[in-house]
């Protein structure tokens, strides 16, 4: 867990530090090419928040089984608990993509 943590930080001043040079006009003026740095930027931003999504899931997943392992008698209000949560988690999700994807054809 610990790794994790440093890695996240190490990933968010790398993406910090790299704000001002993404702030510049391309060479050359006009908007940017197809492999211009904003492309890259929303596939970051794409990948960032599948990956989120995933760790959110996982984590909704393992949570609910583990009180249900512990509490069989209320399996059925955790399972309905989770599926809110689930359906919550993924509306979010669609939405980031849905930002992302704007900012791509926009």
Known sequence: MKAFQILTMVLV???LAAVPAMAQDPAGGGGTSLLGSSKYAI??????TIIGAAFG????????????SRQPEVAGDIRG???VIAALLEGATFF???I???TLFV
Not at 57 to 68: E, N, Q, T, V
Request: net charge neutral.
């Open 43 to 48: 596939g970051i931003g794409v990948g960032l």
């Open 100 to 102: 992302c994807l704007l």
């Open 13 to 15: 001043v790398l993406l």
């Open 96 to 98: 980031g993509l849905l």
């Open 57 to 68: 899931f996982g984590k909704i997943g393992s949570a609910a089984l583990d009180g249900m």
């Open 81 to 83: 608990a989770m599926i």
